[in-house]
């Protein structure tokens, strides 16, 4: 059976506030948090998700920290880094630190959000030496855009788990689902409502998964 979705864009991030879309790979700001909390107290499917997903991009990582911090903490669910699911455009904000740093750092955002979690099963091998490079399938194009949403649907309709959370961002959300009808060009937002809602990707020529039941749940609206 195809795995259950949960897919959650991160809350606010330092470069949200006024634009500042300079900062690289921006933390949480306070109120990023609280959403975070807000979310975690809220969401009902705590007792399902069996596996956490989570974009490099620090703001994501700590969304997924903070969201599942109990579930993290009773159950010690594996918590993955993966590099598909970060953000699609070339602003230094969407351009994450290099591998050592991730791996040095990300297990101190997780802990400070979920103490009483064993941060040894926090794993990272997908965060290898080019995915921030922003060439190749990870470039701000298109075309390497569609091919790494498509390539990440096969990769997670492989996954033995039914019910996965992945934390990921505004942009490369609406390319995972395909899923535009929330987008306002004019306003640049992306998953303006915090609304879940259930969706089937269909099956065509390997770039939708077939069943693929996905729940979206946006923390704040604006750009990514």
Request: one cysteine or more; proline letters at 5%; charged letters at 25%.
């Amino acid at each position: 059976m195809p795995p259950t979705l949960y897919l959650i864009r991160h809350g606010q991030g330092e470069h949200n506030i006024n634009n500042s879309h300079h900062l690289r790979d921006a933390l949480l700001t306070d109120l990023g948090k609280e959403q975070c909390r807000n979310l975690r107290d809220t969401f009902p499917y705590h007792a399902d998700v069996s596996l956490i997903l989570a974009s490099p991009l620090k703001r994501a990582t700590q969304t997924a920290a903070y969201v599942f911090a109990p579930t993290l903490e009773q159950r010690q669910l594996p918590f993955l880094l993966v590099p598909l699911t970060q953000e699609i455009s070339g602003l230094q904000c969407d351009f994450g630190h290099d591998e050592e740093v991730i791996k040095a750092e990300a297990p101190t955002l997780i802990a400070a959000a979920a103490p009483g979690y064993d941060t040894a099963q926090v794993d990272m091998d997908l965060v290898t030496g080019d995915w921030n490079s922003k060439k190749g399938i990870y470039a701000p194009t298109l075309s390497a855009v569609h091919q790494r949403a498509a390539e990440f649907r096969r990769w997670l309709y492989k996954r033995p788990e039914q019910h996965i959370a992945l934390v990921s961002h505004g942009g490369f959300m609406h390319y995972l689902t395909e899923d535009w009808s929330t987008y306002d060009k004019s306003k640049g937002e992306r998953h303006p409502r915090c609304k879940r809602r259930s969706r089937l990707l269909n099956d065509c020529h390997g770039y939708r998964l077939r069943e693929l039941r996905v729940w979206t749940i946006c923390i704040h609206g604006g750009l990514d």
